[in-house]
């Protein structure tokens, strides 16, 4: 089984400044790890994924993450955020296998304040 | 453009009566998802069905029907079985070979609301 942590269901920020999302995953088995992006009454869109090899993954808009194995832990981070990045923010955790069942965390509110 | 393309985007539906939201796609994809988002609890698995003709239950399937005739569309059915319908609908597909690289397609999603 595994099962995704996001310790954060609101965080406001002031524009300009840096941000960070938490996220911690738990699972028996090697996984993928990803971070989605909903905006008011829409969709979710991929920001970006780690599979493997450099744990500093870079996505769209100007995020990126880090991924720690020894602290199971998928933080999500921007050094100057625009009022156009308040969202709904979501870490997800996939195995490896051929189904890669996904699980969802239940996301954090990030709140850009002018 | 390829995607996925939800339908209704709001329905309100009467106590007892069975709604069903449609779900197309146009991006070849295999699999097929339906996800229930309620406030404060993130996305829970409803349906997904990997191939054509095959769905399995997700998490929370109780009160909920799904057919999968056709590759590109998987309409998701709330019976009048699901005490608490009222939520916001996602559906998501996702190819059998490069779905990793890509992460989920979503739509943009149905808002359900019990009157």
């Known amino acids: 089984a595994q099962s995704v942590t996001q310790l954060d269901s609101q965080v406001p920020v002031f524009e300009e400044a840096p941000v960070e999302l938490r996220c911690n995953y738990s699972?028996?088995?090697?996984?993928?790890l990803f971070w989605y992006v909903q905006y008011p009454n829409q969709g979710l869109q991929l920001l970006l994924k780690y599979l493997s090899g450099s744990t500093l993954v870079k996505g769209i808009n100007g995020f990126e993450a880090e991924f720690n194995k020894s602290q199971t832990s998928f933080h999500l981070r921007k050094p100057s955020v625009h009022i156009s990045d308040t969202a709904e923010y979501f870490c997800?955790?996939?195995?490896?296998?051929?189904?890669?069942?996904?699980?969802f965390g239940i996301g954090t509110k990030l709140q850009v304040i002018p | 453009d390829g995607g996925i393309t939800q339908s209704p985007k709001y329905l309100f539906r009467k106590e007892g009566q069975n709604v069903t939201l449609s779900c197309e796609q146009n991006?070849?994809?295999?699999?097929m998802y339906w996800y229930r988002q309620d406030p404060g609890q993130g996305l829970r698995l409803i349906y997904y069905s990997q191939i054509v003709n095959d769905f399995q239950k997700g998490d929370i399937a109780e009160g909920y029907s799904v057919s999968r005739e056709k590759k590109e569309s998987f309409p998701l059915t709330v019976t009048s079985a699901q005490k608490n319908p009222t939520a916001f609908y996602l559906c998501?597909?996702?190819?059998?070979?490069?779905?990793?690289?890509?992460?989920?397609?979503f739509g943009s999603g149905t808002r359900l609301t019990v009157v």
């Open positions: 699972s028996s088995v090697s996984v993928y």
């Open positions: 997800a955790v996939s195995d490896r296998g051929g189904y890669q069942k996904v699980t």
């Open positions: 998501a597909s996702k190819g059998a070979r490069t779905g990793i690289l890509y992460g989920y397609t």
């Open positions: 991006l070849n994809h295999d699999a």
